[in-house]
């Protein structure tokens, strides 16, 4: 009994009708190492980026902490500083700040604004030689006086006067004799006064004292002062 051959038949499904692209296992193991590796390159990167920017970081924060610690610190030492000065000035507690007082002056009599009793003028004779182009003036004053009690210390009120000369003091008028030794003079401000000063005291009887001077002529109507009238034959002004 003979084999019944059956006829080769290629059967042929509608994909391989299809035209395109085919992608095969191995392609797309490929494709998918090489997306590990660009996924793993990146994170590295990423990585790498984010550590230098922290230590750029890191270090401008230790700049600024340096910087703020120096600026503290400088201002720390300005307050101490002060702190320290204010100390200085500002007394302790419990102490008391005493007032700066004038210096005393040389004599005690100074001081009172009334001339000592102990010595009394009586009379005065004046020198003057007055100069209209520099309007001042130069001269000597004489002063008759009596002592009431013993005494080495003669006080006079002057004020806009210059004395020049050491004072002469004697018995006599015309200061012939009967010297007395000065061992100082001086003015005292405060209240307007020339002292002269004695090596010994003088004691009871009359006395001569004599000033050499120079001052301006005053511009008010005390003292020596200057004046201008208008004439009246002539209405010139002098």
Sequence with gaps: M????????NYKSSDEDRKGCFVTYTQIA?????????????????????????????????????????????????????ATSKATVK????????????????YPQLANIRLPTTVRPSEYYFELDVDMTSLSFTGSNVIQFSVTAPTTLIIVHVDGINVTAT???????????GMETVTAHGTYKKNNYHYTVLADPIVFGTYYIRYIYRANLANDLNGFYKYQYTRASDRETV
């Design 2 to 9: 003979s084999e019944k051959r059956v006829p080769d038949v």
């Design 30 to 82: 490929i494709a998918v190492v090489v997306v590990i590796i660009l996924t793993v390159t990146v994170g590295l990167i990423a990585g790498l980026t984010g550590n230098a920017g922290s230590g750029g970081q890191t270090s401008t924060t230790g700049t600024t902490v340096a910087t703020n610690v120096m600026s503290t610190t400088s201002a720390t030492q300005k307050v101490t500083q002060m």
């Design 91 to 106: 007394p302790t507690q419990g102490q008391t700040v005493q007032p700066t007082t004038p210096a005393p002056p040389p």
């Design 167 to 177: 004072p002469q003091v004697s018995t006599d008028r015309y200061f012939n004799g």
